[in-house]
């Protein structure tokens, strides 16, 4: 397996612009998990999901946020409008299990300017 | 819900020496705890973990020891390389199915 996989790797775009972040789960894996990656905040927590149903979203900032997972095999995460502050790096991580190893993806870095 | 504590949050030392690196949980229903490193421009990597029914895992040289009764968790790494240096951070699972993790270490190691 490839591992998980996230596009685009980096994604510079102006303030107000939507943004879509994507992510290929290691196939088998049933739990995905969206987080975002600051100096300032580490590692958050946005949203994660169980067999493609979302089970916390409690970490997303605000409604500007969404996250989807139509199957198992892909996830989205939206932002929109997009605002500098949401600069970051965005990560996706998938397990079988949820209390148990987390596979990274590569990332996605996000620059709102 | 969980909090971790992640000390210290940089780290220089000199090659070949022992590096350790401690994480405090508060929640005492959690069994499982992870140590991730996190190379430039990478997704954090798994390099070892351990669960509660156990008080130390060794894998070469990387160790992590779990005292339950006071919480806390810590890193070992001997004999440390330049291939060492990187962010290392700890995670313990909240009570929902995911994981908390700490605000991470910044390890350096000097040749």
């Known amino acids: 397996d490839a591992g998980v996989i996230q596009s685009p790797r980096h994604e510079v775009t102006e303030m107000g612009q939507e943004v879509t972040l994507r992510c290929k789960p290691i196939?088998?894996?049933?739990?995905l998990f969206w987080y975002r990656q600051t100096m300032m905040r580490g590692l958050e927590l946005l949203i994660y999901f169980n067999n493609n149903v979302p089970i916390d979203d409690s970490g997303m900032p605000e409604d500007r946020f969404s996250a989807k997972m139509p199957n198992a095999s892909f996830s989205t995460l939206k932002i929109q409008p997009s605002e500098p502050r949401d600069s970051a790096v965005y990560f996706c991580?998938?397990?079988?299990?949820?209390?148990?190893?987390?596979?990274f993806g590569q990332g996605t870095r996000l620059t709102v300017v | 819900g969980e909090n971790v504590e992640q000390h210290p949050s940089t780290l220089s030392v000199q090659e070949g020496d022992s590096a350790v690196i401690k994480c405090t949980y508060s929640d005492s229903a959690s069994n499982y705890f992870p140590w991730y490193k996190q190379e430039l421009g990478k997704g954090p990597q798994l390099i070892i973990d351990?669960?509660?029914?156990?008080g130390e895992k060794k894998d070469q040289r990387i160790a992590v020891t779990l005292n339950k009764t006071a919480k806390h968790f810590s890193l070992h790494i001997t004999e440390t390389q330049p291939e060492d240096s990187a962010v290392y951070f700890c995670a313990a699972p909240t009570g929902a199915n995911n994981l908390f993790f700490g605000t991470g270490t910044r390890l350096t190691v000097i040749p």
């Open positions: 196939s088998g894996h049933d739990y």
């Open positions: 351990i669960r509660s029914n156990v």
């Open positions: 991580a998938s397990s079988f299990g949820g209390k148990t190893e987390a596979f």
